[in-house]
C-alpha cells in the first residue's frame, strides 16, 4: 500500500489534515506501523506530529509538569521533575519496552491505543492529569507538582525485558486518599474506584484486595492465565500500598 504522509507543523494545521483526509495521527509508529507490517488495515492517509515542536516538549512551572503527546519514553524517564513527582509514570517509562521502543513511542501513542497492556495508562489514572485535548488530537498532559503524592507502579511481564505485561498495577496516596488501576485484567486498564474507596476508608489490605477482585476480569491467554494474574495482582495490591503509604 501507497501512504500519504502529512507533515504540519501546528496542531491546527495536524488536526485539519486529519479531519479533511480521514487518516490517522502518526507519532512514533510502534503501535500503527506494527499494526500495517502484521496485515492490519491501517489508513492511507498519516499525519505524523514529527514536526510539531510543541507536542515534544516537556514544560514545569511552579505548580504542574506538563508532557506533550509526542514525548517519548525516554524522555519523560530523564526527566528530574517526573522523577520527583510522578513516581508511577517515571517507574512505567523506564520499564516500557527496550530502548529503540522507549525513544520513540509516546506517552500520546500509549494512551490513545487503549490497549489493556498499555503500560503508562494506569500511572495516568491514578495521578488524574488534565488531559487537553484539540478535536481528537491529545495535545498534552498537564500533572499537578504534589509534594503530598506518592505512587507507585509495577508490571510484571514472562521476563524481564521487552515483555507484554501479564499484569500492571499503579497505585497513589495523597494524605491517605488512594487510587488504584490495573492493567492486562480487563478488556481495558481499569480504574478500581471501590478499592481505592476500601484504602481510603482505611478498611484494611485484605479487604482492599478482596474488593479488587471484585473489579478487575482477567481471562487466560499466552501471557498468563486468570487465576496467576489474580494472585499477582493481590502480592502486588499490597506491596505497593505498603511503599506509597511509608
Ligand atoms: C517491540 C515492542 C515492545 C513494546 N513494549 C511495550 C511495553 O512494554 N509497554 C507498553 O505499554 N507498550 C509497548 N509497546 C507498544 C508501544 O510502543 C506503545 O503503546 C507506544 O506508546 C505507542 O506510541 P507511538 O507514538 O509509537 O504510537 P503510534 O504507533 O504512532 O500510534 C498509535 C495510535 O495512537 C494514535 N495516536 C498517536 N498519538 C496520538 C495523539 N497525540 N492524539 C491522538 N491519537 C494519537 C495513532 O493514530 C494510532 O492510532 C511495544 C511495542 C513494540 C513494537
Redesign the pocket.
Known sequence: MDFRLHYPTTIAEAVAARRSTGG????????????HYNGKRI?QDLVS?ERIEE?HRIDEDEETISIG??C??SQIEKHPAVKRYLGALYL?AR????P??RN??????????A?P?????APILVLDPEIV?ED????RFVFRKDEKVRSAFR?V?KRTA????SVSIAVSNRDGVYRVAVGSCAPKVVLCSRTSEVLSRGEGIERAKDTLMGEISPIDDRWGSAEYRRAVVRNLLERLVEEVSR
Not at 490517522?24 to 499494526?35: E, F, I, K, P, R
Request: with cysteine; charged share 10%.
Open positions: 490517522s495521527y502518526l507519532c512514533g509508529g510502534t503501535v500503527l506501523l506494527v499494526d489508513a506530529l507536542l503527546s509526542a517519548s519514553f512505567s520499564e516500557i519496552g527496550g529503540q521502543i520513540r513511542g509516546s506517552i500520546g501513542g500509549n494512551y490513545a491505543s490497549s497492556a498499555s503500560d503508562m495508562i485535548m481528537d488530537l491529545i495535545v508490571k511481564g521487552l515483555a507484554v505485561s
